[in-house]
């Protein structure tokens, strides 16, 4: 989600310099040569200070985000399909949300040499498909993180009725929903991003009709209300609601999963938070009800800052959403031992497998309550 979404492939050029403004995109330094310009005062306001910032520094953070989050999320599938099998709804869920960030990832080595280049060299074709991909990615990834927080809602609160629908199947067919959901929600940026020659460089940007600011702005509240707005108030809820019935608990998972829950809402409103604040700001930009250019250079450099902390967070979910699970250590380390490449790595598999199979076991022996503890986990 995460991230200077309406902007990382870069927002407007040069054509609407009368009616808005040229974005300052991480990906594209040549963008800071353009200005944000209040028609009503005269002012040309350019973004200073950030080019060289941006392309020294986002490369290598990128590049490095794409290497974490392509092992983990591959890590992920790779044991969830080949070795756990999918067999609940919490895996079809996992298995989306591991595919999800890796559309994302996917992304990052062209906006690298985009940053590097300051040029599109990939054509109009794989413009289209790349911002889509990194919309797609976005808003399906901040999706399965939600529909995941139901499903432990649902597993631990509704623990009686969930018997009925917590399903492989069901679980494939609203992940089903979802991507439906997030392709049309990322439609306008399939319709509007285009190869473009701006200023005799080569740009991907989206192309409004008419320059119209009005696009952007409903780009940047699309983001705000489908990417956090809706996602935190089911988060609140849900967590709410499974801290309020593990506290009349008694088992020994009890304070681990209170502390997983404490991870996972306190990430994402670290990471998201951020860029939708100025993402809002930047809305308010567009509306002119920001009109000072001290003001919104220095809004250009968090937009910067608040992309970069966002586009953490697809390497952040491997960590949260699988490799703290008992049953899924399990499963890895069954992978690590049964693939040669990994053996010398794993030389003390077997003892650590036993303590990860006695505590499965375990696991599964205990209460009712224990083992709707155990989802969470």
């Known amino acids: 989600m995460e991230r200077n979404l309406t902007y990382q492939l870069g927002r407007g050029s040069s054509e609407d310099m009368s009616v808005g403004y040229t974005l300052p995109t991480s990906n594209s330094p040549a963008a800071y040569e353009s200005a944000f310009y209040y028609p009503d005062l005269g002012i040309i306001c350019n973004a200073e200070n950030i080019p060289a910032f941006s392309s020294t520094f986002f490369p290598v953070l990128y590049s490095l985000l794409f290497v974490v989050g392509l ?13 756990k099998k999918i067999k609940t709804m919490t895996d079809v869920y996992l298995l989306n949300l591991a595919i999800s960030d890796l559309l994302f990832v996917f992304s990052l080595p062209f906006l690298v040499r985009y940053s590097i280049m300051s040029q599109w060299t990939f054509g109009n074709a794989m413009c289209k498909i790349i911002s889509s991909a990194y919309f797609v990615g976005f808003y399906s990834s901040v999706f399965f993180i939600t529909i995941m927080s139901i499903d432990r809602y649902l597993a631990i609160v509704q623990s009686v009725y969930a018997l009925k629908i917590r399903t492989a199947a069901h679980g494939a067919i609203t992940s089903l929903v979802l991507w439906v959901i997030a392709i049309l929600a990322s439609m306008p940026d399939l319709i509007f991003y285009q190869e ?23 780009s940047n509240f699309e983001v705000n209300i489908l990417g956090w707005l809706i996602p935190v108030g089911v ?18 998972n009890k304070y681990k999963a209170i502390k997983l829950v404490f991870i996972v809402v306190i990430v994402f409103f670290l990471f998201w938070t951020p860029i939708n604040i100025v993402l809002f700001l930047d809305s308010l930009r567009n509306m002119y009800i920001i009109d000072d250019c001290q003001t919104s250079q220095r809004l250009d450099l968090a937009m910067e800052l608040a992309e970069a902390l966002s586009f953490v967070h697809c390497c952040l979910n491997p960590v949260i959403y699988a490799f703290v699970g008992e049953k899924f250590k399990k ?25 990860s199979l006695d505590k499965n076991s375990s696991l599964h022996t205990r209460s009712s309550q224990s083992s709707s503890i155990g989802t969470v986990l």
């Open 71 to 83: 092992v983990g999320n591959a890590l992920v599938i790779w044991v969830l399909t080949v070795f």
């Open 331 to 355: 499963h890895l380390c069954e992978a690590f031992r049964k693939s040669p490449c990994f053996l010398l790595i794993c030389k003390d598999y077997r003892a650590f497998s036993g303590r």
């Open 196 to 218: 473009v020659n701006d200023n005799s460089q080569i740009k991907c940007i989206p192309h409004y009709p008419g320059g119209n600011n009005g696009w952007k702005t409903f």
């Open 235 to 252: 988060l609140i809820f849900c967590y709410h609601s499974i801290l309020k019935n593990l506290q009349k608990c008694h088992t020994q």
